[in-house]
């Protein structure tokens, strides 16, 4: 038997099996088109992580105080990488702030969320040096001293603060702090590019 003729003899007895089977049912296949977002629904959804991050950023503060300072100490901190003639600058007042918060008559939780809050928004915009303000706190419960001490405790676990001390007289004095701010990647490019025109 030639090949065509068994070709043939195959397709022949292949439809003679398959006459009784019958087709299943097709299911209709919908399409859902999920609407782009708008970019005022982009911007909120950007706002509220951003939100997010900060709350997350203050909830890791404690509002436990762990290590006390009198109203009129002078505070000072600063990372291993801040070189000792620019924490000298701090000290003495020599970087105007550019930036400043004022902590008075806020309770604990909601300074706490303020800080966090500022120091981000510091860091996003390219703020260098800052002030806080958080009094010397005389009359402050349990103890005195009470934001300030926090503010002592809180500035130090911020990823963003490179440096912190109590300022000079002309600035709130030991009622208020400078604060070093670590650069954003646009304020590195801009030094880059300043650095390489020299």
Not at 90 to 114: C, D, F, I, M, W
Not at 145 to 155: D, E, F, G, R, T
Request: with cysteine; net charge positive.
């Amino acid at each position: 038997m030639s090949k065509n003729n068994q070709a043939i003899n195959d397709i022949d007895l292949f439809r003679e099996l398959m006459q009784d089977v019958k087709p299943l049912p097709q299911e209709e296949i919908t399409t859902v088109k999920t609407p782009k977002a708008s970019a005022e629904s982009l911007e909120e959804r950007r706002r509220a992580a951003e939100a997010k991050v900060e709350d997350d950023a203050a909830a890791a503060l404690s509002e436990e105080v762990r290590e006390w300072v009198a109203p009129t100490d002078i505070i000072g901190w600063k990372n291993d990488g801040v070189q000792d003639g620019v924490f000298r600058q701090l000290k003495r007042g020599n970087y105007e702030p550019q930036a400043t918060l004022n902590l008075h008559q806020l309770r604990v939780s909601e300074a706490r969320r303020e800080v966090a809050g500022f120091i981000k928004e510091c860091y996003r915009t390219g703020v260098r040096t800052a002030l806080i303000i958080h009094g010397q706190g005389l009359k402050s419960q349990p103890r005195p001293a009470l934001l300030k001490s926090l503010c002592y405790q809180w500035l130090p676990e911020l990823e963003h603060v490179l440096a912190i001390h109590s300022a000079q007289k002309f600035h709130g004095g030991s009622g208020a702090s400078y604060v070093i701010i670590r650069k954003n990647s646009a304020v590195k490019l801009a030094t880059k590019e300043q650095n390489r025109k020299r």
